[in-house]
């Protein structure tokens, strides 16, 4: 579940990597908009632009690994 200040990649949309993360670019979830009944949706900034919405179907969040 994504939530507000996490760090997501974008997934590819078609071709072979199909909903794959692109790690090439990381973003900052800075607002979020959830409704009932509704997919969520994400403020994310990447890369220094303008931050643009996008749905939670769009994102891959990144998670940390705990080494013992």
């Known amino acids: 579940m994504i939530k ?4 997501v ?3 590819y949309k078609g071709g072979v ?6 790690t090439k670019q990381l ?8 409704e009932k ?3 969520p949706q ?5 890369d220094q632009t303008d ?3 996008y749905y939670q179907h769009d994102l891959h969040r990144i ?4 080494e013992n």
């Open 17 to 22: 990597n199909h909903n794959k993360p692109n």
């Open 51 to 53: 931050p643009k919405w």
């Open 27 to 34: 973003g900052l979830v800075i607002k979020e908009h959830k």
């Open 63 to 66: 998670e940390w690994r705990k």
């Open 42 to 46: 994400y403020h994310v900034r990447f």
């Open 9 to 11: 990649f974008r997934k």
């Open 37 to 39: 009944g509704a997919v």
């Open 4 to 7: 507000l200040g996490d760090i």
